[in-house]
């Protein structure tokens, strides 16, 4: 059963951990994550900062910082391909034309000496042979895609507003329609209203070119807007994951992830203050042992505190945590 | 009704593209001190570049005329001759392109050298930065003039070794100043966009780091040509430079020094020529500077 996922998962990651070495210290910054994205699937990794979520995005990338990210385990495998036993010129080759990604602020992610055309053609001709014609017509239907006037490509990046840099870079990342498309925090710069046309928009792309994309971010209506499941990150693990469904309509859920959407306002409910969580997340230099929520955890109980939970399961719904794998069999919980 | 009028004109707006370069021009061009530097940099270089159309380098710049030693100005020889009759103002005028050549070959080639070496640690880091880093720092101990010195001694005098020499002690400058600018801009996200994009790392040296990592180079290299035209004058003057007849800048103020009394001109002019053009070179280093400033934009 698990063969026949896999065979349908484009991207596959397995067991997968990431360290940080630096002089002090190491820091563990992913741990053990299993993860899956099918064809034209959008997974959302949410989670609060330092959680983990970008150091997995630039490890499927390959573009963890030299001679200080490390992956010490695991596999990452694009349509059953191992991307961590390529070589640099492979990845180089992948890049761009199998997966993407775009960065969170668009005020940076563009060169400022070089023009809108110049960017977006550098991508096509560093994967096709094409004339330079060719390019400048392919940057012409790509730029129009994403909303932009093709005569504005003859600009410069400081001739743009953030909205229209950001999707200049969705152009940029989908100019050779990538399989896989990494969003790191792709709208956490904008503001509301251009939040909402910019996801509307890249939705609309993503379903166009059948593309898979992993949406990372911390905002659960952007999840809840557009995609199909979810993977929610603590301390360098998967600590849910599920549908949306999964995620939002389930009884049981992580103590974290009920912690988070405690967090967020809700119109519906009638309540007189937010309930966070408190404190913060442990240093990944110096991981907890066990449950590596235990510290924050309303419900944690003395075996949180020896024992790292397994994945309790339920058809597409994983929790890691005690609660639900029988190892505590009293629920306290009454939310 | 309106709102398809206003999209119609919309369309027709001509987009422009208003690059870094033009930005810089004009605000360079507010500048008058600047301008100034750029107006007189370019009589120096048209001076330098057409030397040989404004006088004859053999029959007049060297040609020695005993029997009109010594002449103070006049309009057969504008700036005077020399105490081999040779006639000043051809002298100073070919010293302009033996001057100039020297101080931009040397810089030319420094910068280029310093460009390598330091896009080359920054971009590489771990031991290749370290060794870069170290032999630049250990080349710096040494103070400029006395390696320049040194590197003459070795090399032996001529235009050409000075102009090594030149290049070898300025480059560490440049590797230097080229390590940090580029290691700002390597963290830059456009660099990691470009990377997550498939392009390669020549590209990326070449298209998206250097181009947003020359600007303090276009500053420091103005500068250095000052410096190096002084100081080349500076040996020339002491022995070890550009040696005689050939006129070099502190070649000529070396073999006329005897007559500073009598015949001022000849020290005058040559000096006058190494003063402007450096105050050329500076002012438009400092123009080039403020322009660049990201500070001072608008």
């Known amino acids: 059963m698990i063969n026949e996922a896999n065979i349908n998962a484009l991207l596959n990651i397995e067991d997968l951990s990431v ?72 990845m180089q080759r992948l890049r761009g034309s199998s997966f993407s990604m775009i960065f969170q602020d668009p005020m940076t992610s563009l060169n400022p000496l070089m023009t809108v055309e110049e960017q977006i053609a550098e991508v096509l001709h560093a994967h096709n042979h094409i004339s330079k014609e060719e390019a400048s017509k392919k940057v012409d239907e790509i730029l129009q895609l994403v909303g932009i006037q093709a005569g504005r490509k003859v600009e410069y990046p400081h001739q743009f507003s953030g909205g229209m840099k950001q999707r200049v870079v969705i152009a940029m990342a989908l100019a050779c329609e990538p399989e896989l498309l990494i969003a790191d925090e792709p709208t956490t710069a904008l503001d509301v209203t251009i939040q909402a046309q910019v996801l509307s928009m890249m939705n609309d792309l993503k379903n166009k070119f059948n593309t898979s994309m992993i949406m990372i971010t911390h905002d659960l209506g952007v999840v809840a807007a557009i995609c199909d499941s979810v993977a929610i990150m603590y301390s360098g693990e998967i600590i849910e994951k599920g549908t949306v469904e999964d995620i939002y309509n389930s009884e049981k859920h992580h103590p974290y992830t009920v912690g988070l959407f405690g967090s967020i306002p809700n119109l519906t409910k009638k309540t007189k203050r937010l309930s966070p969580i408190e404190g913060l997340m442990p240093d990944s230099a110096d991981l907890l042992k066990g449950c590596k929520f235990n510290d924050r955890c309303p419900m944690a109980q003395s075996i949180c505190k020896e024992k790292e939970p397994s994945y309790y399961t339920d058809g597409t719904h994983s929790i890691k945590c005690h609660i639900f794998t029988g190892e505590i069999y009293k629920i306290t919980n009454k939310e | 009704m309106e709102k398809v009028l206003a999209n119609q004109s919309f369309n027709k707006i001509n987009y422009k593209k208003r690059s870094q370069a033009s930005f810089i021009w004009k605000k360079l061009r507010k500048s008058r001190t600047a301008m100034f530097g750029l107006v007189v940099l370019t009589l120096f270089l048209l001076v330098a570049i057409f030397a040989d159309f404004i006088v004859d380098y053999d029959k007049v710049a060297l040609y020695q005329d005993y029997k009109h030693r010594l002449a103070l100005p006049s309009s057969d020889h504008l700036f005077g001759t020399d105490n081999y009759g040779r006639d000043m103002f051809a002298r100073v005028v070919h010293g302009t392109r033996i001057s100039f050549s020297i101080g931009f070959s040397a810089i030319g080639v420094a910068a280029a050298s310093g460009i390598i070496l330091g896009a080359t640690a920054a971009y590489r880091g771990g031991w290749v930065d370290t060794i870069i880093t170290r032999i630049m720092d250990a080349l710096m101990s040494i103070p400029s003039i006395l390696l320049a010195l040194a590197i003459m001694a070795a090399l032996g005098a001529g235009a050409s070794n000075l102009a090594i020499a030149m290049a070898l002690s300025n480059t560490p400058q440049f590797a230097r100043l080229i390590r ?13 966009a470009a990377k997550a994009c498939g392009t390669s790392d020549i590209r990326i040296v070449f298209k998206h780091i250097l181009p947003n990592a020359i600007g303090p180079i276009m500053v420091k290299g103005t500068m250095a040509i000052a410096t190096v035209i002084i100081t080349a004058a500076g040996l020339s003057f002491i022995g070890v430079g550009v040696q005689p007849p050939t006129p070099e800048w502190g070649t000529l103020l070396a073999e006329n020094r005897e007559f500073m009394r009598t015949n001022m001109n000849l020290l005058v002019f040559p000096g006058l020529a190494i003063v402007l053009s450096a105050l050329s070179l500076n002012l438009l280093g400092d123009g080039l500077r403020d322009a660049l400033d990201p500070r001072l934009k608008n």
């Open chain 1, 19 to 90: 360290e940080y070495r630096t002089d002090d210290a190491i820091f563990k910054a992913v741990n053990n994550v299993s993860l899956e994205v099918k064809r034209g699937e959008t997974l959302g990794l949410v989670g609060e900062t330092g959680a983990g979520k970008t150091t997995l995005a630039l490890s499927i990338m390959g573009l963890l910082p030299k001679n200080i990210g490390f992956l010490t385990s695991g596999r990452i495998c694009l349509n059953g391909q191992d991307l961590a036993k390529l070589s640099e010129l492979e």
């Open chain 2, 180 to 192: 940090a600018s580029v290691l700002t801009v390597v963290d830059q996200e456009y660099v990691s």
